[in-house]
């Protein structure tokens, strides 16, 4: 049963049923307003159909203290969300003036026109407040109706994310009065969930002051605590967090890489600029992903140097100075390759440290020799080199994501450890 106090999420999508594009604002909304205290009870899916949106939300209105709708604000024919909403509240649409002026200045700041087309996305229900959308054309809006206050916002995940935090997080504070709930993240890489569990397990199933969760994450797994209902003391919550901090250096050593909500590029980042240090990557069955994760993370230049993805033996050969005989006698899988990929782009940059890459992410490209999987990560320094030998399961995407997390992990090893 759900209760007036909650708060509820409808995303709206042909493109989430029929598993073109995968829902990630879920995950970004849940921790956000956990951040405020208030629980996400429920989540729906639905398709672009003004009747379904309208029979949805009708449904929920008066159910529910808040409810969050996503997607399909856009100009074109299938964003149809603020009239399924407005049907379901009994409430007509209405032009704003000032609403049709920003869309225009958006288009105009990038040297283009507004069509008629976006003079749709001025069009709110009556009695709505309007959310603005810095980051694009479509502003979202928030009204109120028989107790429930329906948040309407666009699809696109970073403009969702700005205006979460720039308004409809204080809103939704405000709306549930409630205390945020202290959350304290813990994240490590490296290690499976299992495994993890297997080793801290004892340690979380002790805590009294937390409920525990263990996410898999974008990057390795998150073990988060949230504060339990009822407890308030400080002492106790700061005692219970430090402990399972000890205890996660103790047994996992710098698998265990943040306390907080930091990636692990970000905490790389940190720890070379702090350095005054640089990296530069090459990349082959990566194919560029460490070089985007390592980029996606603002201020970058300051300590990332260049990326080559060296997918061929000549690339190999040509870019980064691998030794024709290397690959001959040994192959561009191997530790070997490995290693002068991980020196050549170090020596050629003349950065502090080069990562490097080599493996089959399959399905295809096994031999008796080498299956899918296998891989070859590498890291290099003035002076030292380090090459591991692993073998990934898992999907192509997977094993490249687990690649890519494995030789970022080689390099905060070696930048907590020296
Ligand atoms: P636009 O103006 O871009 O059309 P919109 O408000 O109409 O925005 P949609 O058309 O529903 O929003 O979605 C735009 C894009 O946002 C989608 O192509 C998809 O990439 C992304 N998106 C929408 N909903 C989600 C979701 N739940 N999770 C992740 N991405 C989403």
Redesign the pocket.
């Known amino acids: 049963m759900t209760a007036r106090s909650d708060l509820e999420v409808i995303?709206?999508?042909d493109?989430?049923l029929a598993g073109i594009?995968?829902?990630?604002?879920?995950e970004y909304l849940g921790r956000a307003f956990r951040r405020v205290g208030v629980r996400v009870a429920r989540a729906h899916?639905i398709g672009?159909s003004v009747d379904d949106i309208a029979s949805l939300v009708g449904q929920r209105r008066g159910e529910t203290r808040a409810l969050v709708v996503?997607?399909?604000?856009?100009?074109?024919a299938?964003?149809i969300?603020r009239e399924g909403v407005a049907r379901a509240l009994g409430l007509a649409l209405e032009f704003h003036e000032p609403s049709w002026t920003s869309i225009q200045d958006f288009y105009s700041r990038r040297g283009k026109q507004a069509t008629d087309n976006n003079r749709r996305?001025a069009y709110f229900p009556t009695g709505a407040a309007v959310l603005p959308n810095e980051l694009?054309?479509?502003p979202g809006f928030v009204v109120e109706s028989g107790g429930t206050t329906v948040f309407v916002?666009?699809?696109?995940?970073e403009?969702i994310r700005a205006m979460v935090e720039a308004d409809v997080i204080a809103r939704v504070r405000k709306l549930f009065g409630c205390t945020p709930l202290r959350v304290e993240t813990f994240r490590t890489v490296g290690v499976g969930e299992s495994k993890l569990i297997s080793l801290v397990g004892d340690n979380l199933g002790a805590l009294t002051a937390y409920t525990v969760s263990s996410l898999p994450s974008t990057t390795g797994v998150d073990i988060v605590l949230t504060q339990a209902a009822g407890v308030t003391d400080r002492s106790l919550l700061d005692a219970e967090a430090d402990e399972i901090e000890r205890v996660l250096k103790k047994t996992i050593g710098s698998h265990f890489y943040e306390r907080g909500e930091r990636s692990l590029t970000e905490v790389l980042g940190d720890l070379l600029a702090r350095r005054g240090e640089t990296v530069a990557v090459a990349e082959s069955l990566t194919g560029g992903w460490i070089g985007k994760q390592l980029t996606d993370v603002s201020g970058s230049s300051r300590y990332f140097l260049a990326d080559v993805v060296s997918y061929s033996n000549e690339s190999k050969i040509d870019y980064l100075g691998v030794k024709h005989e290397t690959i001959d006698r040994h192959g561009a899988v191997s530790e070997e390759t490995c290693t002068e990929m991980a020196q050549g782009i170090r020596c050629r940059t003349g950065a502090t440290y080069g990562l490097a890459t080599t493996g089959i992410a399959g399905p295809t490209g096994a031999t008796p020799n080498k299956p899918v999987g296998l891989t070859y990560i590498g890291l290099s320094w003035e002076g030292g080199c380090v090459v591991k030998r692993v073998e990934y399961s898992g999907t192509r995407d997977g094993v490249r994501r687990r690649a890519s997390d494995g030789v970022l992990w080689l390099l905060l090893d070696r930048l907590t450890d020296s």
Do not use: F
């Open positions: 995303l709206v999508g493109e989430l594009h995968g829902d990630t604002h879920l899916i672009d996503t997607g399909g604000l856009g100009p074109t299938d964003d969300t996305q694009g054309t479509a916002l666009p699809g696109p995940p403009e």
